[in-house]
């Protein structure tokens, strides 16, 4: 079976209609990929284990066990109504260089590991990479079993019926686990194919932010109180969001983005003055300061709508991360494999996070993006050509076969 059609199989594995793709963790389909992919770890002959909380590794020997090996790996979880190729580049991709090194007959000195990371997306807990995340220390155990969903239900709870039990603090890798780590992974952004250049070498990723904020006002009839009299929650949320995108501008500096993903009112009909809001705030930068400039801002905003409209804000920070630099030893390695192969490629920053940002805690880490098409991710129109994908494996290939010598 060839890569593109792997990568159409996982891809069935969702609780979407096609082309879209959900696949939150723990669910259905999260099951039924994750089975999938070890019958694809276990052909290739790896040798595999889980963790605590689902994070999947799939290692191929080298002949010096004693080393620290090479790691590569990405996500298999999907937002609601995304696409195919979000993560599963990284996985699929990294299996596949595990083959091609196989299929040269390549023995190297330390052994390959691919990692399937359980949960990069936040949709299920409200926090991204909650698996790598405990893997580099940067999440502690007790703390993630009390991350909870929308619902209350709590991670420990989803882990244990998906049927991942033991001790979470043993998830945590020692430093020095790994020698390096690479992860593959469709570029999320349009600037490779704008460029016409087929690969991207990430220098940096972006410093993500979310906050969750309560908005309490009174709610009320729609037609019988009167505009002065009302303390509408929702209006309220309304400046806040503003105030966000506002603050995002005024650094004028392209690599500050922020955004409301999530923005639920109550009680949410068409003739009741809303009188609870929630709101979830992802704020992002490659400089950490410029970030926080712009949290300050919502703080200030916060304030002073509550102030002046009468209602109460709440802020809980989800998480606010440092921004991530890659590794020179693996991004060196990344250019060598591009030239040798005569792959054009230019050095970039991630503005999405990935689970690369944690395992740049732990390991010498850097990224390889290919193009996707527009530019376009977490929607079902996501894709990348089976050319970019082919490509992006063999580098990726290449540059374990230099780190796995090294
Ligand atoms: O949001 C992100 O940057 C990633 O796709 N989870
Ligand atoms: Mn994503
Ligand atoms: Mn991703």
Redesign the pocket.
Known sequence: MSLQSELETLATFSDAPAPAVTRVVYSEPDRRARDYLKSLCRNAGLSMREDAVGNIFARRHGSDPTLPAVGTGSHIDA?PNAGAY?GTVGVLGGLEAIRILQRVGMCPRRSIELVIFCA???TRFGI??FGSRLLAGALDASASMQLRDKDGRTLDDWRTAAGFHGDMAQVRLPAGYYSGFVELHIE?GPLLEQAGIPLGIVTAIAA?ASLRLWIEGEGGHAGAVLMPQRRDAFCAAAEIVLAEETAAKATGACDTVATAGVCDVFPGAINSIPSRVRLEL?VRDIDEARRDSVLAAIDRACAEVAARRGVTVRKETINSDPPAQCDSLVVDALCLAADRRGLGFQKMVS????DSLFMSRIAPTAMLFIPCRGGV??RPDEYAAPEDIASGAQVLADAIALLADH
């Not at 503005?351 to 990935?354: P, V």
Request: net charge negative.
């Open positions: 937002i979000d990069e997306e936040p991204g990479c999320q993500p992802d503005r999405a996070y990935h991710s977490h």
